[in-house]
């Protein structure tokens, strides 16, 4: 389920709480997520990330404090006991040629995720001729580690994006490697039996994609932001679209300033 616009049913009239959108437990479960938490998160964001990450803690939180201030939950400068007392943080390390961002509130992790090791200034279109594309890096994630894991609706959200990404297009095509990637996340649902994996839909993706491109920053920014939303622990998958995405837009850069 899509955590872009987090909501409770009008029957409840209860804050949208941290437990309600992060996958986290004991007191911070039961706090309602505060302005200032939000505005907090976004400028350790901005300041580790230089910018929010779309889809990311910081975005989920803006949009649950804005609905919780609106409604009368709490204050416009309100901060929750443990954001308070602990602090929020955002960290990275490196991890093969890929920067992992962990998110948190006091100790709890409200979110994990890769990002291409590119400088943000770095122009978007200047990659070699050679430079990986979007269905390479696709199928890099057929024969990762991942390529074994069932499709689920993160992984379905994740192609559907590199695909609109690769295509220039603002739709997913029908019967096309975004369709087919929604149909198995679907059937998986349905199912206990053989359920399909990464690597039956990714397999020959450069073949199923109407048209490729070489992957930059902005494209695997998209496709983690597709994936994160789609996340309930906000965690992108090792080795999964994301993943892939963001190794192939460093690999690309490096290649391009080497």
Not at 35 to 53: H, I, K, S, V
Not at 123 to 128: D, I, M, S, V
Not at 227 to 245: I, W, Y
Request: overall charge negative.
């Amino acid at each position: 389920m899509s955590q872009e616009q987090p909501k409770k049913p009008e029957a409840e009239q209860e804050p949208i709480k941290y437990g309600d959108v992060f996958n986290v437990s004991g007191q911070l479960a039961s706090e309602a997520i505060a302005p200032r938490d939000a505005a907090l998160m976004q400028a350790t964001e901005n300041e580790t990330l230089g910018q929010t990450q779309k889809g990311g803690p910081a975005a989920v939180m803006q949009s649950a404090a804005a609905f919780n201030a609106g409604e009368g939950f709490v204050g416009p400068q309100d901060i929750s006991g443990v954001a308070r007392e602990q602090g929020v943080g955002v960290s990275e390390a490196k991890v093969g040629g890929n920067r992992v961002i962990t998110e948190s509130v006091g100790t709890h992790v409200v979110g994990q995720f890769v990002e291409p090791d590119v400088p943000m200034t770095t122009p978007a279109t200047a990659l070699e001729k050679d430079a990986i594309t979007i269905g390479e890096a696709l199928e890099a994630s057929a024969l990762k580690g991942a390529g074994d894991k069932a499709v689920d609706q993160s992984d379905a959200a994740a192609i559907q994006a590199a695909e609109m990404r690769a295509t220039g297009r603002n739709e997913t095509a029908a019967g096309g490697l975004g369709a087919a990637a929604q149909s198995a996340a679907t059937r998986n649902t349905r199912t206990v039996a053989t359920k399909t994996t990464l690597s039956h839909v990714l397999t020959d993706a450069r073949e199923k994609l109407a048209a490729d491109k070489a992957v930059t920053r902005e494209d695997a920014e998209g496709v983690i932001g597709a994936e994160l939303r789609n996340k309930v622990d906000m965690r992108t998958t090792s080795g999964g679209v994301a993943a892939s995405m963001a190794a192939a837009a460093t690999l690309n850069q490096n290649s391009y300033v080497s």
